[in-house]
């Protein structure tokens, strides 16, 4: 089947870039090669408008193969229509597929078909007939004791669950009732009595329309069913369900229509709404855990290419109470120069030993910034440092970055083949350095659900999860570029065309010889021309030509040279930054012209140009530096009105949570980014935004902190008198809107106390 019309539709494509697009990915082009260098077959489709495509592409064609087998079912029962073929040719979901197809489907033994074993089924058609016939006298033929009919009640009965059953199949009943469940339908918790029901007090009375409910309420509803806190279920007056059946089915006012009527109700209430219901919780499911994995790659890829912290020696510091706190200093280059062990936290508090190792170590290997953990024991470390440095005579500063799957890294196979002689805490030290050091390298060796961004990342379906979440890293890892002699096999693994063998083969060469060339990957073990193809322009060599150093394809190359012809530079103007000009001299000449001199096209060209103009250019230069602190507030010294400058660690659907250098986030609920309405705080926000933010409230017994990016003044008092002024309804909104943002600060609360971020 031809799906480029359809895709083309869905995307907003010209027929022939969809075209394209189908025959790039079935050539076995990874994503980042066509986004980087198949622009001009495309349309310039970025990365993750692909990716998107890919996945619906995927799901055609399973549909397509799921027709084709039910096809082949029903014909081989021998029972194929006309309007089977047409009502599946007209499908376009699985769930509509699976409708057409349940009459026809193996399935275990029911009443009907006991029923029909029974002979019944002659008489149910004459009943749903429903003439006006004498059902005494027709009754009569049907009762068999040997086959189990002793009387009319039990031909009847029988015929009604044949009746029903075939209500039940109907495929575009099931059609229309799911859709007005879905509308009308309300999703009802009922409290459980359970140790751990408390943490879901507030779902004791909840409901809310199936069609309104956020995503974010529906996993913290399942997840409480799942603890068996909860009895969640689907109400619907059943009323205005049944009459659309009864309108479809119930066509007269005799004795045969009072049947059909009764076997609407048992169609309905036994088979119809149960199914239907099931379908619904998870077809709401199914759209939550999309929006809770879109969240995911929203906050991962700004994670991922945050800024690295160039050019610094830092202390990396694993904080710990019993244990102790785990040291690690490392180089610019992200080599350990020193370890040690310090108990500056309870119950030890040798605070004034950890000083004099921590000084000497500062000193020692002229350490620039310590960069400190944010899980256990994270406040006193983080005290700890601020007096410490202080101390030190040297300029000195601190940042707390997110250790999530540190502890997963240490233990893992990876962490031991990179540090064999650590301890994992240790190794955790390091990492958290790192992660300052260069983020995306680090990150990369972590088990993307173990990161920590987004929310309930751990009820999420495993497979889709590390598919969403993989692609975030693969583009993130491929719009940097990777030092062909320098990176680990972990981010090697992560570029287009690659993967973990082929990434410890390069390894492997560059231990003997380093790559002085691109050229040089075609003598890797196992990496042919197609591996060369996708993962060339991805990998740098810094200290050789100087086009290997940049994201321009090899392909491109000769391109690159006529070019450099046309405007009267060279390559050794390139490597010595003397073509600032370049850009004027393409516009005087004609961009399309130039192109077309070239053999590239446009886009190529575009990019082209802006790699010669920054050869070796990190594309994460240009995003805000990370916060680094000297010294911090403690929860205490916050007041109403404070404005603060802090760091967007996670967006949520409901709100981001801003690092203020309190240890503990504060949230800003979507109703307090902007002055103006949003759809969703990632419209606006992502993870790693420096933002200015005003405290609006602190809760020091919930370690709860409220902020506001509002520039207008929050209202204060009400007026007094029985007339409602503008100010009085402006108060009553707030108030409303504060119980709102109450409720989802505390299901968030809730579940990041027992689960963890």
Known sequence: MDYSIKLATQFNLRVNHAENIINLIDEGNTIPFIARYRKEMTGACDDQVLREFEIRLKYLRNLDKRKQEVVDSITEQG???DDITISLAKAETMTEVEDIYRPYKQKRKTRASVAIEKGLMPLAEVILEQKDIDLDKITLEYIDAEKGVEDKAQALAGANDIIAEKIS???ELRKVLRKELFNKGEITCKLLENENSKTYDQYGEYSEKADKIPSHRILAVNRGEKEDCLKVSVIVPEDSLTDVIKAQYVKGDNECSKIVELAVIDAYSRLIFPSIEREIRNQLTDTANEQAIKMFEVNLRP????????GKTILGLDPAYRTGCKIAVINAEG??????VIFPTPPQNRIEEAEQILIKLINKHKVDVISIGNGTASKESEIFIANLIKKVERPL?????????ASVYSASKLGAEEFPDFEPAQRSAVSIARRLLDPLAELIKIDVKSIGVGQYQH????????EALGGVVEDCVNSVGVDL???SVSLLSYVAGLNTGIAKNIVEYRNEKPFKTRKELLKVKKLGEKAFEQCAGFLRITDGFVLDNTAVHPESYESVEKLLKIVGYSLDDVANGKIGDLREKISSIGWEEVAKKCEIGEPTLRDIVGELLKPGRDIRDSLPKPILRSDLMDLTDLKEGMEIIGTVRN???FGVFVDIGVHQDGLVHISQISDNYIKHPSDVLKVGDVVKVKVIGVDVNKKKISLTMKTAELPHGIAVGNQKTDRERKEGRRIAQKKKEQSDEDVLAMLYKKFGR
């Open 335 to 340: 080599a350990v120069l020193d370890t040690a």
């Open 303 to 310: 994670l991922l290419l945050q800024p690295p912290l160039k």
């Open 79 to 81: 029972k194929m229509t």
């Open 397 to 405: 500063s601190y940042a707390v970055v997110n250790e999530a799957g």
């Open 651 to 653: 967006v949520i659907d």
């Open 169 to 171: 199949n109907d495929a």
């Open 485 to 487: 002699n320098t990176a």
């Open 459 to 466: 009820d999420m379906p495993e497979s889709r999860l590390e």
